[in-house]
């Protein structure tokens, strides 16, 4: 650290939120060939991580940045190989630190922009308290998780995110604890970007990681990813063209709720308790619907859309929860430190260990 700060004013904000970052040249765009690793792919056949890998490829040009300024940081499982397969800088860390990992990267490297890729055990057992401190504190991270609801590189056992009754090689008479919903649990901890996605619909998750991209501070993304071993079909409700209409609320920031064929289901608010509450369109009218609004500060509302999968409405929404501004700790703590240098001159670390509270014993 140089002890000189960049401020948004001098440096402006480039691709992905970063300040200073040098990008690529008009006349040598980058494309989804220059972010493909040579290594081979190595995931069951079927697995939904290889159209995860093929859209975030895809999606990386859109960054105008150069590759060396990108790095992919994981922690342990079947998703934890991304970093092998993107021709950026990497990391394949250790179980459930990739976020801790990643957080000392985006402090002491401004001029990188930093992704996280982790699974539902990785990131929600072992990894939740890095997680959780990642998102509050707001470190300019984006985070993909990797949700399949199994722990797929163990070979079965259920995992935070596991329906409760969920029979698996651990859990032989079916799982009796309550499952954790990633993205109540994202905006629990402060997260300033929140947002759900398929595996499988390939334009949502790239508007979603654009999106992500884009927000300065901590982005959270849950990838609902199915397993084809040990947990298939986990998500058809939501894929199948029988049901998904039914099943699934797409947000879209400015518009009214609304999901079901022609969208005649809606989000409306129960007058007495305030509470979200299923409506049909064609006996409140539009103008009754909750109209979404992700830059709502108060993540009370964002919370409430989280828990529409659970009953009485039992929808699943995807798309963005949250999209809100608060100050990054990387940059409170580049501006801190150089505010005490240019203040008290250079520190004194034997001094600090010391403090005032040691003494010397004769």
Same mark, same amino acid.
């Given at each position: 650290?140089? &002890? *000189? ?14 300040? !200073?970052?040098?990008?690529? %040249?008009? !006349? ?19 697995? %939904? ?42 990391? =394949? ?10 957080? !000392?990267?985006a402090v002491s490297r401004p001029d990188l922009?930093?992704?996280?890729? *982790? ?7 072992? &990894? %939740? +308290?890095?997680?959780? =401190?990642?998102?509050?504190? +707001? ?30 090689k651990s859990t032989p008479m079916g799982s009796?604890?309550?499952?954790? +919903?990633? $993205?109540?649990?994202?905006? &629990? ?25 884009? =927000? ?9 990813? +199915? ?15 029988? *049901?998904? /209409?039914?099943?699934?609320i797409r947000l879209e920031h400015g518009q009214?709720?609304?999901? !079901?064929?022609?969208?005649?289901? &809606? ?11 299923? $409506? ?11 109209? =979404?609004? /992700?830059?709502?500060? /108060? ?20 798309? $963005? ?23 008290? %001159? ?13 003494? *010397?014993?004769?």
């Open positions: 650290m140089t &002890g *000189t700060t960049i401020s948004a004013v001098e440096a402006g904000l480039g691709p992905s939120g970063l300040y !200073g970052v040098p990008l690529v %040249g008009e !006349g040598h765009p980058l494309g989804k060939k220059d972010f493909t690793s040579d290594q081979e792919v190595r995931w069951c056949p079927g697995c %939904g991580d290889y159209a995860v890998l093929a859209a975030v490829q895809s999606f990386l040009p859109e960054l105008g940045l150069r590759r060396e300024n990108i790095v992919f940081v994981s922690g342990i499982g079947c998703s934890s190989r991304f970093p092998y397969y993107l021709d950026t800088y990497g990391m =394949h860390s250790i179980h459930g630190r990739a976020p801790a990992i990643a957080s !000392g990267i922009s930093v992704w996280v890729v *982790t699974g539902d055990g990785d990131a929600l057992s072992i &990894g %939740g +308290n890095h997680i959780a =401190h990642a998102l509050r504190r +707001n470190i300019n991270i984006t985070i993909l998780l990797f949700n399949n609801r199994i722990y797929g590189l163990t070979k079965g056992q259920y995992s935070p995110t596991s329906e409760a009754g969920k029979i698996t009796l604890d309550t499952p954790f +919903n990633p $993205v109540s649990f994202a905006i &629990g901890s402060e997260a300033t970007f929140v947002a759900r996605a398929l595996d499988s619909d390939r334009k949502q998750l790239t508007a979603v990681l654009r999106a992500a991209a884009e =927000h300065r501070g901590a982005s959270f993304v849950e990838i609902y990813q +199915n397993c084809p071993i040990f947990n298939d079909g986990a998500f058809d409700p939501l894929k199948s063209p029988d *049901t998904r /209409d039914e099943q699934m009214p709720i609304r999901w !079901g064929e022609q969208g005649r289901h &809606g989000l409306g608010r129960d007058p007495r308790s305030g509470q979200l509450v299923s $409506v049909e369109v064609a006996d409140v009218g539009e103008e009754a619907l909750v109209v =979404h609004d /992700d830059h709502n500060e /108060d993540p009370a509302y964002a919370f409430a859309l989280s828990r529409l999968s659970d009953p009485p409405i039992g929808r699943t929404p995807v798309g $963005v929860f949250r999209s809100v501004r608060r100050p990054t700790y990387d940059d409170m703590a580049r501006e801190q430190v150089a505010h005490a240098q240019s203040t008290q %001159g250079p520190g004194d670390l034997a001094q600090l260990f010391a403090g005032k509270d040691s003494w *010397t014993v004769d």
